[in-house]
C-alpha cells in the first residue's frame, strides 16, 4: 500500500483514514519560527461529503485510498439503483443513490458518465457536462416570466427543471451544462 | 508554471522602499551593515529547524546568520545587522517559504527589554499607521487564549483545551512542547491580531536564550506577533559557552533520536562565546512577512519575486 506524506497532500490527493476514503480539499500548514511544524487538512469524505479537519505532524504520512475514475455508459435505473456498464469490459456495476445524488436528474440512459470508484465500488458518478434533453413542460408563449431574468423554468422529460429563454417551447431539445444547470442552446426538434 | 514573477511589480516597488527603509533606520543609529558566508561547514542543530546540505562540498545553506554574526560580537564588530536570504528544507505553506529574507540585528550590552523597544521603534517607523505594541508573558497568552497553563505539564487540561477547538492531537506528537507549539500555532497566535510581544517563554524553549532562575526558570526570549503571524523572535543572548555546548549537544542527541540528521554544530561559535562575546540582544524578523502584512497580501508567495515553485 502506497501512502503520501503531509507535504505531498494537494488539494484532490486521495487518503484512507480510519477506512474510511477521502478527498483532500486544502493543507494548511503551521509553525512556531523554532518549534514543531503541522498541518492541517481540510477534507471530505468521499462516501458521504462530510468535510471535516484533521491536524498532523509534519512528515507524518497517511494510507493513499486506490481510487479510480472510469467512464463508464449508463444503462438503467431499477428504482434502488442505477446501473452502469464499463465499454471495455462489458463489466456491469450499481450505484446507490448518495453516489447519484447529483447526476440522476440529468440521465435518461446511454449517457458516458465519469465513475469514481473506491477499491471497484462507486462513490460519485458524474454526468457528461452537457447533455440534451427535451422539454416537457414550460410556460407558452412568450410571456413567461417578467419578473427577473428574461427567462422561464421548463421542466425536463428527466424530472430536472432549468431556466431557458422565453422562445423556447415545449417538445423542443435543449444543451444543458449539467455543472451550472444553465441552459446552452436549442437542439433541434 | 508561469514564468512570471509570483509578486506584482507594485510589491516589489514596496518592497525595496521597504528594505531601504531599515538600512537608513540602522545607520541613523550607527548600527553597520554585515554580511556573513550563506554556505558554512557548521550547521543549525535546532531541533526542528533543518538545514538544506549542499553537495559536493560537505556544506550546509545557513537558516539564520546567528552563529556568524555572533563571531563578529566576540572579534568586537559592535551593533550589527544583517538583511539576508536563509534556507530551511521543508518549510512551505501560505506564511512559509523554504527561501526566505531575513533582517537580524545585535546590541551589545542591551538586554532584550532594551532591544524589544528598538524593534517597536523600526516596526513603527516601517509601519507607521500600525498601534502600539502590546505586551504579555508566554504564560498570560496561553491562559487567555489556549486556556491552560504552559508551565504545567497537565495534559489532560490542554486535551480539554483542544477538544473546545475540535482540534485531536496526532498521537505522533508526544512531547509537553510539542502540544505547547500546536498551540500556539491554532490557538494562541490566531488571537494575537494587534502587534503584540509575547515574552518570558518557557526554559524548555530558550533555543539560544538566557534562562533567568525564576520560579519555574523562564527563558529570556520574545516573539512579536501581528495579524496572527509570527513577525520576530529576539533573546537575551545566551554567552556562556559550556552551556551552549550543552544545549547543542542534547539537541543532537534528541536529533538521532529520532532519526534526523544530525549536523555538525559550529564548534566556533562556543570559541567566539569562550574567548568573552560581549553581554549582548538579538532578534531575528521575516521581512517577507511583514511586507505580506503591510500590503495586506494573502501568503509570502506574493511577497517575493519567485516563490519556491517559481525559483
Known amino acids: ?189 | 508554471m508561469s514564468w512570471r514573477p509570483s509578486a506584482t511589480l507594485e510589491t516589489l516597488k514596496a518592497r525595496a522602499e521597504l528594505l531601504a527603509s531599515v538600512r537608513a533606520f540602522f545607520s541613523a543609529r550607527g548600527v553597520m551593515e554585515v554580511d556573513t558566508p550563506i554556505l558554512s561547514r557548521r550547521a543549525t542543530v535546532d531541533r526542528h529547524i533543518d538545514s538544506f546540505a549542499v553537495s559536493p562540498d560537505d556544506r550546509w545553506l545557513h537558516t539564520s546568520p546567528e552563529f556568524a554574526m555572533k563571531r563578529l560580537l566576540a572579534a568586537g564588530s559592535g551593533p550589527i545587522y544583517q538583511l539576508c536570504h536563509v534556507f530551511r528544507v521543508d518549510e512551505a505553506g501560505r506564511h512559509h517559504n523554504p527561501e526566505f529574507t531575513m533582517l537580524e540585528w545585535y546590541r551589545p550590552g542591551w538586554d532584550h527589554w532594551q532591544l524589544m523597544d528598538e524593534v517597536e521603534g523600526l516596526f513603527s517607523a516601517l509601519v507607521p499607521q500600525s498601534k502600539k505594541i502590546e505586551s504579555l508573558t508566554y504564560r498570560q497568552a496561553f491562559l487567555r487564549h489556549a486556556r491552560f497553563d504552559p508551565f504545567i505539564e497537565d495534559r489532560d487540561a490542554a486535551r480539554h483545551a483542544f477538544d473546545a477547538a475540535c482540534i485531536t492531537l496526532p498521537e505522533s506528537l508526544s512531547e509537553w512542547d510539542a502540544w505547547l507549539d500546536v498551540a500556539m500555532s491554532i490557538l494562541v497566535a490566531p488571537a494575537l491580531q494587534e502587534p503584540t510581544f509575547l515574552y518570558d517563554f518557557p526554559a524548555s524553549q530558550a533555543a539560544l536564550a538566557r534562562v533567568r532562575d525564576d520560579d519555574p526558570p523562564v527563558a529570556e526570549r520574545f516573539e512579536l506577533f501581528w495579524k496572527g503571524i509570527e513577525l520576530a523572535n529576539g533573546f537575551h543572548e545566551l554567552t556562556d559557552a559550556a552551556e551552549q555546548r550543552r544545549r547543542f549537544e542534547a539537541d543532537q542527541a534528541w536529533r538521532r533520536e529520532q532519526g534526523k540528521v544530525v549536523p555538525p554544530y559550529d564548534a566556533h561559535l562556543i570559541d567566539a562565546l569562550a574567548s568573552g562575546m560581549p553581554q549582548c540582544a538579538g532578534v531575528a524578523l521575516g521581512i517577507d512577512r511583514l511586507l505580506m502584512l503591510k500590503l495586506g497580501l494573502p501568503s509570502v508567495a506574493s511577497a517575493i519575486a519567485f516563490d519556491s515553485d517559481r525559483a
Not at chain 1, 487518503?15 to 511544524?37: M, T
Open chain 1, 1 to 189: 500500500m502506497s501512502s503520501v506524506s503531509t507535504n505531498e497532500m494537494k488539494s484532490g490527493t486521495k487518503v484512507l483514514i480510519d477506512g474510511e476514503p477521502y478527498s483532500v480539499i486544502d493543507n494548511e500548514y503551521r509553525k512556531p519560527g523554532k518549534g514543531q511544524a503541522t498541518n492541517t487538512i481540510k477534507i471530505r469524505n468521499l462516501k458521504n461529503g462530510r468535510v471535516l479537519e484533521r491536524t498532523l505532524k509534519s512528515g507524518d504520512t497517511l494510507e493513499s485510498a486506490d481510487i479510480e475514475e472510469v467512464d463508464m455508459q449508463y444503462l438503467y435505473n431499477d428504482g434502488e439503483f442505477w446501473h452502469f456498464m464499463n465499454p471495455a469490459t462489458y463489466e456491469q456495476i450499481q450505484a446507490g443513490k448518495v453516489a447519484c445524488e447529483d447526476a440522476a436528474k440529468w440521465l435518461k440512459g446511454e449517457e458516458t458518465c465519469r465513475v469514481l470508484l473506491w477499491n471497484g465500488v462507486p462513490l460519485s458518478v458524474s454526468a457528461p457536462n452537457t447533455v440534451v434533453l427535451k422539454i416537457t413542460e414550460t410556460d407558452p408563449g412568450l410571456r413567461g416570466d417578467t419578473s427577473g431574468g428574461g427567462g422561464k423554468p421548463a421542466t425536463l422529460e428527466t424530472g430536472a427543471v432549468v431556466r431557458v429563454p422565453l422562445f423556447v417551447q415545449i417538445g423542443e431539445l435543449i444543451k444543458v451544462d449539467t455543472r451550472t444547470a444553465e441552459y446552452l442552446a436549442r437542439a433541434g426538434k
